[in-house]
C-alpha cells in the first residue's frame, strides 16, 4: 500500500473546459478517502488523472514517493472500479475474478483460494460458477469490486462502485468495503456524489466543488466546522439553515442581526448564519421570532418541520420522533447560539455564535 499525492493538478480539455483546476491533495498510505461532491465537479477526472487513463494539464501525481504523472496506468499499481465496470461475459464469476492473478501468472490453487476469499467476503461466493448474464446489476458490481481487491494494489480507486445497488444491497456493501479496509489496511480513494456515503465510510472526506477543493477533513469536522458554505450545504440532510444578514460590532460584541439574532464571534460584514436542523429550538422563548410551520414529516425516529419566518425564510428543524406539532400552528423559534457558524459575503467560514 502507498499513499498518494496530487499536486496543483489542472485538467483542460481541449473544448476549453477545465474539469479540475488546481487539485492538492494528500491521501496517506491505508487510509480510506472519500472525494465528494456534486455531478461534474470533476471527480471522475482527478481520478482517471490517478490512474492513468487522463493525462493532466499541469500539476503532478505522486503514488509512495514516486512521480508517477508521466507512467502509462500499466505501472502505476492502482486499480480503479468504475461508475460502469465491465465484466467478461464468457467468463464465470470466478474467472472474473481471478483474471488480474492469472495476468500475473499466479498459480491455480492460489487464484482459486484469493478468489474464494475475497468472494465470501462480498456476499458474491455462491455464484461463482455463474456468468455475469445470470447475476443482479448489484451482483455483478460486487464482481466487479472482488476483481479490483484480488490484485491487492497499492492504491484502490473507486469511481461509484456502488450506485447501482439497491438501498439495503448499498449498506450492507458500504460496511464491507469499511471492514475489507480495516483488515487489510489498504489506501482507497472512493468518488462518490452521496454524502450520506461520503460521511459514513470515510476516515476524511474531501469536498470538491468546480474542479476545486473546498476541505479535506474526517467527516464529524466537515459536518461540525464546514470551512465554506458551500461545504455546510452539501453535507447534512434536511439542508441546513440559511440566514440572511449582517454582523456589527466589535471586541467581542459582535452580533449578528437579521431575521435572527445571534451573539456571536464573527468578522463584521455581510453574513450568512448557518444552523443544522437539530439546533434549532421551537417553542417560547424572550425576543424571538414566530414562524408558521409549513409541513410536518413524521420519519418515524425523528420528525422534520419545515417552518417560514414572516420575511419568508424557509427553516427545518429536526424534532424527536414523537414530537407533536401541526402544519399551519405558529411557534417561536430560536437558536443555539454555541451551534451556529457565521459565513462571509464570499461564503468563507467567519466565525461562529457564542454563549
Ligand atoms: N473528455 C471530456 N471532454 C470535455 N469535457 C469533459 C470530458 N470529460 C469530462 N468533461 C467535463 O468535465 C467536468 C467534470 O467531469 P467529471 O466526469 O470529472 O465529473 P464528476 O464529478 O465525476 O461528475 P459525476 O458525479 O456526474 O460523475 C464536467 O463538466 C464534464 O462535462
Ligand atoms: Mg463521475
Redesign the pocket.
Known sequence: MAGVRLQHLVKR???G?T??SGLTLDVQAGEFLVLV??????????LRMIAGLEVPTMGRVLIGEQDVTDLPPGDRDVAMVF?NYALYPHFTVQENIEFPLRMRKVVATERARRAREVAESLGIAPYLARRPAELSGGQRQRVALARALVREPAVFLF??PLSNLDAQVRAATRAELVRLHRRLGITIIH?T?DQVEAMSMAQRVAV?HE?RLEQCAPPMEVYGTPATLFTAQFVGSPLVNTISGRVDGSGGRQVFTGPLVVPVHATPGDATLAVRPEHLRLGPAEGAPEATIVLVEPLGAETIVHLALHDGTELRARLPGNSTMEAGAVVQVSVDPMQALVFDAAGRLAGRGRG
Not at 461532491?37 to 482527478?46: D, I, L
Open positions: 480539455f481541449p473544448d473546459s474539469a479540475v461532491g456534486p455531478s461534474g465537479c470533476g471527480k471522475t477526472t482527478a461508475q469511481d461509484e468518488v456524489h470538491m474542479g
